[in-house]
């Protein structure tokens, strides 16, 4: 079945730190790619998606690209800061489970002032 | 616009005792989902709809009921509640672009 392999957390970082969050996944067909994005007691809000391969997805300085060839999306973002506190979580849908979004385990990121 | 409400915030359940978390969404979507959020494991899906009068077993339903009487609505039903439910549940709809929004979550705690 499809499934979404993040890396662990947590990280750690220092503002303006590079960010970098692996995302692989694994579909039999031609799924849609998100990365959706925690603040504390608070509900996931999407960040960015990507719909087809060697699509990029970008959103408040954050960036994934779509690559079907090594079935990755992973999540970059040149200058961290500290608001960018947060669980940050890759996900699929739209493969031929139709509406049904795969999530994986998240990945906690703390930014140091 | 209110987006995905879900009420209560919090619970406390003793073991045995059942209780209904209610979901409601204004955005027209028609698939709408439950997911429980238990440390190190992500998300996983409990139950699914794809319309009104539609629902469908996710990766784990056990010990959860759910209904769809209309659109707007999609409560989850906890039918004697064990210490093993204690978990934040999240309830979602999709647009037709398979973007999910969230509400903002019940935590749940059974003793």
């Known amino acids: 079945g499809n499934s979404v392999t993040q890396m662990e957390g947590p990280v750690t970082l220092s503002e303006e730190a590079f960010l970098t969050i692996n995302c692989t996944y694994t579909?039999?067909?031609?799924?849609?790619l998100f990365w959706y994005v925690q603040y504390p007691g608070e509900g996931l809000q999407l960040l960015l998606k990507?719909?087809?391969?060697?699509d990029k997805g970008s959103n408040k300085g954050f960036e994934a690209t779509y690559r079907k060839e090594t079935t990755s999306f992973h999540l970059e973002k040149g200058s961290v800061q500290v608001s960018d506190s947060a669980v940050y979580f890759c996900?699929?849908?739209?493969?031929?489970?139709?509406?049904?979004?795969?999530f994986g385990a998240g990945t906690r990121l703390f930014v140091k002032a | 616009n209110a987006g995905v409400t879900q009420t209560p915030k919090f619970q406390v359940l003793k073991t045995g005792q059942s209780m209904t978390l209610q979901c409601a969404q204004d955005m027209n979507h028609e698939y709408m989902s439950w997911y429980r959020q238990d440390p190190g494991m992500g998300l996983r899906l409990i139950h699914y709809s794809v319309g009104a009068g539609i629902t469908d077993q996710g990766e784990v339903p056990n010990g959860y009921n759910v209904s769809r009487s209309t659109t707007e609505d999609f409560p989850l039903r906890l039918l004697s509640a064990a210490p093993s439910q204690t978990s934040v549940y999240f309830c979602?709809?999709?647009?037709?672009?398979?973007?999910?929004?969230f509400g903002q979550g019940t935590r749940l705690t059974v003793v």
């Open positions: 979602a709809s999709m647009s037709a672009i398979s973007e999910a929004f």
């Open positions: 996900a699929l849908s739209g493969d031929t489970g139709g509406f049904k979004t795969i």
């Open positions: 990507a719909t087809k391969a060697d």
């Open positions: 579909a039999t067909g031609y799924p849609s």
